[in-house]
């Protein structure tokens, strides 16, 4: 499906329904639609750090944004109606990295990897192909096989920093003071949630919560200045809760506080990562010494046959319709 101004249209008919568009088994290799044109040197950041941005989102994307919003205002945001666990519960996490190979922006191409194991009750679905300002070049047919295989669904993005010519395009495109570059910044943050939004809009995909990834990008690195960073995170917040979204926050306390250092999200949910280690080291991450910023711990990240596997904290499993949704 390519991005196209009828797309405000098509959002309003896809949402209320949850419907997403027909697509394929990832495995099969067939493009959903291309990847956006790279528009990132590596050199062209704000302060001379590498730019995070890799592609454009068109002016389409924002009427996309626009319709979500206001079908989240009216309530059409998921409920659940998911029935309550005891213990914890198994799910993953997939992006780009599950796209065929080959496809996705040149510095981040899909990899083959895995779909989640048969026993994982849901699915955490990337909308960003890497940086921010990019899609995921198969999340339709990721929608697709979370349908097929009934597993509940929420969704994550990545942000990034911007490179110097799209901090000029969008730094006073938004609710903040374009007059500072602290409101530029977020401003810039602002737009790559709308951008990410509209990405939902465009495969009919709605989540009680979107997880904003803070992490390092490689590739497209983050400035080294972390009042700076936390200005594009608080962008990202404003802009997806402006629209209706609740918000949580993924990382590690470590590399959270390498990008934006003591950034206050308010106490947001946490969804915390363990790398290569294994489901007791992620429910242990689950406990106080791995708080990021303070909030509820939703769910620990661990990486085992070649997957990112999740396992819901204690107490989550009782209410999973407030972090999961059941596609229709």
């Known amino acids: 499906m390519k991005r196209r101004a009828a ?66 205002r009216e309530g059409t945001q998921p409920t659940g109606n998911i029935a309550p666990r005891d213990g914890e519960v198994l ?12 496809m996705g922006i040149p510095e981040k191409q899909g990899l083959a990897m895995p779909m989640p194991l048969p026993e994982a009750e849901y699915v955490v679905l990337g909308l960003t192909n890497g940086p921010g300002f990019t899609f995921n070049p198969c999340l339709e047919d990721q929608v697709q096989w979370a349908r097929e295989n009934d597993v509940l669904v929420s969704v994550y993005a990545v942000s990034s920093y911007p490179s110097k010519k799209t901090l000029e395009k969008y730094g006073a495109d938004g609710p903040h003071d374009a007059s500072t570059t602290t409101g530029q910044l977020k401003n810039v943050g602002y737009q790559q949630a709308r951008f990410n939004i509209g990405t939902m809009g465009e495969v009919g995909l709605l989540s009680p919560i979107i997880w904003i990834d803070v992490e390092p990008v490689p590739v497209f690195e983050w400035s080294s200045n972390l009042k700076a960073n936390a200005a594009v995170i608080e962008g990202v917040a404003r802009g997806y809760v402006d629209a209706g979204f609740r918000i949580g926050v993924y990382s590690t306390p470590s590399l959270y506080a390498r990008v934006v250092g003591d950034l206050d999200l308010g106490g947001i949910p946490e969804w915390r990562a363990a790398g290569q280690t294994s489901r007791a080291e992620a429910l242990n991450r689950c406990g106080p010494d791995w708080s990021i910023q303070g909030g509820t711990a939703v769910m620990g990240q661990w990486v085992e046959q070649r997957r990112d596997q999740n396992i819901t904290c204690p107490g989550i499993a009782a209410d999973l319709g407030q972090w999961f949704h059941r596609l229709t």
């Open 91 to 102: 799910g993953g996490d997939v992006s780009w990295p599950q796209c065929p190979k080959g």
């Open 7 to 72: 797309g405000v249209v098509l959002l309003a008919a896809l949402l209320p329904a949850l419907a997403a568009c027909s697509g394929s088994d990832p495995s099969a290799g067939a493009p959903p639609r291309p990847p956006a044109p790279s528009t990132a040197t590596p050199s062209d950041g704000a302060d001379g750090k590498p730019g995070g941005d890799a592609g454009d989102p068109g002016a389409d994307a924002s009427d996309l944004a626009e319709a979500a919003e206001d079908l989240a």
